[in-house]
């Protein structure tokens, strides 16, 4: 399948702070899935992005697809104790390739 | 209620003793997959399908076999289970094909001895 790197793997962030994952591919996307994961959980879906340089919000989560479709971002503002949680990039071609993860905890 | 469910959610078992768990949506999706999540290593896809009678590999299909004869139930069979298949199972589907949202289901936790 594609390669698929999300980072960081772990995020330790205060209570009210902003914080950013990442995910990025070796090859040009089609589209890109967020999921999350809440500890005991199964995956949700947050998110599709599709277009090249596209931007989407969601309350508190901003989404980015990269320029040349190789890379997307995740931006929490004001980090709250409900974004605790494993976040997920899934790269789709088909078969659905998720990155590991970036797992994230929050001090209140 | 829109879902996918699966069955059982925790199971223990021997090498080498055949089981399935099964995966059924009340959705009318075409597209159903399976995936097992381990630490650090994300959620990998063993099999997926795009219809009825219609499956094929993911990434990681050794040790499984799936089938697809109706359209909302999508079972995962371990002919001989290994200690290695130990992890965490999910099922999900999702109309039309990848490309749209995946419904997941609550998951099976496995243990192979």
Request: hydrophobic residues 30%; glycine residues 8%.
């Amino acid at each position: 399948g594609q390669q698929v790197m999300q980072i960081p793997q772990y995020q330790h962030v205060q209570e009210g702070e902003d914080f950013t994952t990442y995910c990025n591919s070796s090859t040009t996307l089609s589209n890109i899935q967020w999921y999350k994961q809440r500890p005991g959980g199964h995956p949700v879906f947050l998110i599709q992005l599709v277009k090249s340089g596209e931007v989407k919000k969601q309350k508190r989560l901003t989404f980015q697809f990269g320029e040349a479709k190789k890379n997307s971002s995740l931006h929490i503002t004001a980090t709250q104790t409900t974004d605790v949680g494993t976040y997920f990039c899934a790269l789709n071609d088909y078969k659905l390739s998720f990155g590991a993860g970036t797992t994230v905890t929050v001090r209140a | 209620e829109a879902q996918v469910t699966q069955n059982p959610r925790y199971l223990i078992t021997v090498t080498g003793k055949k089981l399935t768990v099964t995966c059924s949506q009340n959705m009318n999706h075409e597209y159903m997959s399976w995936y097992r999540q381990d630490p650090g290593l994300g959620l990998r896809q063993i099999y997926y399908s795009m219809n009825v009678e219609v499956t094929d590999k993911g990434d990681v299909p050794e040790g499984y076999k799936v089938s697809r004869k109706e359209k909302r139930n999508f079972p995962l069979i371990l002919e001989s289970p290994s200690p290695n298949q130990t992890s965490l199972y999910f099922c999900a589907s999702s109309l039309g094909d990848s490309h749209n949202e995946q419904f997941f289901g609550p998951g099976t936790r496995l243990t192979v001895l």
